[in-house]
């Protein structure tokens, strides 16, 4: 017996089935919640809003047409979420000292892994959120510029020049000589 | 002159239209090679991000939990059960008892028991009336001298103890078709 098809468990939940719903969660939770903790950098707030995202698209589900894919739909919705979330909070705001800070030391190559991995995240989560928006569609998303433009109502000159400008911040953050 | 940034970033997201233009200052160009180099290195280093795991499970909030079905717990199911069961042998034991009862019981007739209603209706509002007219005097219901015809106290306990069982009977169904 393979495995139903996200579509089946779609049109499943749609009827009311909670174990469908949750079948399709399960499938795609760590995606999400993968999304949140790059836009936010914080484990417990990626988490929270990782649960909302699957709250407001079983909401809406009953608009999306299931021949779509569900998983690029779910992180879109993820994203503006978090996007909303950064900019409903004060820029000044200690973000910096509640941000997760990778303390767990493995030995040898690995922790410079985790040590790069932790240095891209906070990078990351220094621009601002309309930058990493971009930032996130277009590197982890893979959406085009026009799908950018689209999934964010913004001009397609505001697009590119908002991505532009966080690459070069990266850059000066990435590859700055030590 | 050098390719702009824009055209760079263009040219690595698949996104311009001039291609083999940009390749042909590539190839000419250490300059911008090695910008693009520069560029190209960042995404590699967005592209290596690894996934991290997830520590909950956001899935089982969504999954409704057997502990979270309206299911009664075993002891009320069990009592209902016992009640049930205990209504029914009482019932049966019941039974001969009150089909003696039930013979013995004048059951009058129902333009008879219309009739003694209507009696004592008629007398109930003469008292009112007469506590109207003279309220000095002692009122008092006229009700008493007169016997109920079925009001034996066997007679009240037989309805009392069907509908009870059928209380219960039925308390115990609605229970069973919540559990599913
Ligand atoms: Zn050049």
Known sequence: MTA????????RARRGETEAYGELVARHQ?????VCYRMLHNRHDAEDLAQE????ALDRL?????????????????TNLCLNHLEAQKPTAPLDEERDEDKTQSPGEQAEVKERSEQIRAALASLPPRYRVVVELRHYQDLSYDE??????????????????????????????? | MHLTDERLNEYLDNETADKAGIEAHLHSCKKCAARLSDLQSLFADLDSLPDVELSANIAAR?????????????????????????????????APFFSIMLSQIETPSFTTLLLQLQTRWTMFLNALSALAANPVEEFQLPITDYPLPIAELSALFIPLAVVSIFWVLGNGWLLRNQNR
């Open chain 1, 4 to 11: 139903p098809a996200d579509r089946d468990l779609i049109l």
């Open chain 1, 53 to 56: 995202a699957f709250i407001r």
């Open chain 1, 62 to 78: 009953h608009t999306f047409d299931p021949e779509r894919e569900f998983g690029p739909w779910i992180r879109r919705v993820a």
């Open chain 2, 62 to 94: 969504f999954s409704p939990r057997p502990s979270l079905i309206l299911q009664p717990p075993r002891w009320l199911t069990l009592t209902t059960t016992l009640q049930a069961a205990a209504a029914l042998t009482a019932l049966v034991v019941a």
């Open chain 1, 30 to 34: 760590t995606n999400v919640f993968n």
């Open chain 1, 148 to 178: 950018i433009a689209k999934e964010l109502s913004l001009p397609l000159s505001d697009v590119k020049s908002h991505l532009f400008r966080a690459r070069k911040l990266l850059a000066e953050k990435l590859h700055a000589p030590d």
